[in-house]
């Protein structure tokens, strides 16, 4: 099954500058790297594809980044494409893209993969400014869901659900099935693809436990048993403030150590953490961000809760999560962004799209329970920012989370 976002890395490729390609474990980055290198391939260009969890050609590359021609033809006149997985197990990536961009940008591009945005960040540092583009992977979004569901009629539906705003579909219950099943169990393609809950069940859980293990390991965290009670923490508040003083206080931490751990897991794609909306900057950067968690799948696994949908005190939380990263894949998450007043009002997200002018969203499990009193303050404070319903009011289909913003 191919990725959309394949096709962005394909479009990179007559770029000189090298191709990283970054996200969580287990979204299908090796998939997509060898189905770029089979495509080159078939396009008759010279193409170079292997990984750096191969022990010997690590050691290799760590000695010395010339040491790459030892393992292919250094290139002359025609342009070689590089495919490299894990490319963070180098001792110092930085070093090696710097070197083979400085000296053969015109001959050798690099298509390279890592797992973890934590070893991304620390270990590309300014040197690679301008010799680098970083492609994010996500989680599957609710259209690639169907994708990999092979629910054809229904990508046709939503494909005219997402071109004309008033359309009103026919296939309310089936989406309704579908969405809920992905509230669920989330959008990571080897838990979609399985057939049984059961199933999809026991490999989120594999997931989770090996995931944090290795991002434990690979970050230096002290405190693992902490660092798992904060994840779960933060899943289980999604979509509220996050209050530092309170978990340093629940979790017997200091201040420094939450901010670590909150860091690493923003890095290795766990979660992401909103800034609040307001005019005034200043104030911007000194109040409490947002939390939600990068696969809904995820956060029910954290929280040990894959129960039914019409059971769920979370579901509100679920679809606004749910919300959240499906706006992630078209507009940057530093973009996005939420209001809040100290009286309580609140607007889930709000997005500046140029100087003064942009859009907010508001999100309830049902269209009832909207007030829209309680938004006044909003509309009166910012009026280029008209706010959109977005609710999983299936007998009100204008206001489907699925619908598009305008």
């Known amino acids: 099954m191919i990725r959309k976002i394949t096709a962005s890395i394909e479009a990179h490729l007559n770029k000189p500058q090298h191709t990283i390609v970054t996200g969580a474990r287990q979204l299908g980055k090796t998939t997509m790297l060898k189905q770029v290198y089979q495509n080159l391939e078939n396009r008759g260009q010279k ?3 292997f990984t750096l969890e191969a022990p010997d050609i690590l050691h290799l590359l760590n000695e010395h980044p010339e040491n790459l021609f030892k393992l292919l033809p250094k290139p002359e006149t025609e342009k070689v494409f590089l495919l490299i997985d894990e490319v963070q197990y180098l001792a110092n990536p930085t070093n090696f893209l710097k070197y083979h961009y400085d000296l053969y940008k015109d001959r050798l591009k690099i298509i390279a993969t890592g797992s973890s945005a934590f070893y991304i960040d620390s270990n590309f540092k ?11 992977v996500d989680p599957l979004n609710f259209e690639e869901f169907l994708l990999f569901k092979e629910q054809k009629m229904l990508l046709r539906e939503y494909e005219s659900i997402k071109s004309n705003k008033d ?16 509230l669920l169990y989330g ?13 999809k069940i026991e490999l989120l859980n594999e997931l989770k436990s090996s995931f944090l293990k290795k991002d434990i390991l690979e970050s230096q965290v002290e405190d693992e048993t902490k ?5 779960k923490l933060l899943a289980a508040q999604s979509g509220s403030l996050v ?15 939450v901010e670590r751990y909150l860091f690493i897991l923003q890095k290795c794609f766990h979660i992401q953490l909103l800034k609040p909306f307001y005019a005034n900057l200043r104030k911007e950067l000194t109040k409490m961000p947002k939390v939600y968690i990068n696969d809904v799948g995820m956060r029910n ?23 959240f990263n499906e706006l992630r894949q078209t507009i940057k998450p530093d973009d996005i962004k939420y209001w809040r007043t100290a009286d309580g009002n609140e607007i889930d997200f709000v997005i500046e799209t140029s100087a003064d002018t942009g859009f907010a969203i508001e999100a309830k499990w049902t269209e009832r329970e909207f007030k829209a009193s309680k ?19 299936f007998e009100n289909t204008s206001n489907w989370a699925l619908k598009p913003i305008a």
């Open 243 to 257: 209050n530092k003083n309170e978990l340093c206080s629940t979790l017997r931490l200091a201040e420094k150590t």
């Open 227 to 231: 660092f798992r009670d904060l994840f």
């Open 167 to 182: 359309y009103l579909s026919s296939k309310s219950v089936d989406f309704k099935r579908m969405l809920e099943e992905y």
């Open 301 to 323: 696994a954290m929280l040990n809760n894959f129960s039914a949908i019409d059971d769920r005190m979370d579901k509100g939380q679920l679809l606004e999560n749910f919300i």
């Open 47 to 49: 193409a170079y594809y």
């Open 375 to 393: 938004y006044k303050k909003f509309a009166e404070n910012y009026p280029n920012y008209p706010l959109h319903i977005r609710s999983f009011d």
């Open 187 to 199: 959008g990571y393609p080897e838990v979609v693809l399985q057939e049984k809950p059961a199933d």
């Open 126 to 136: 300014d040197s690679l400014a301008g010799r680098k583009k970083i492609i994010r």
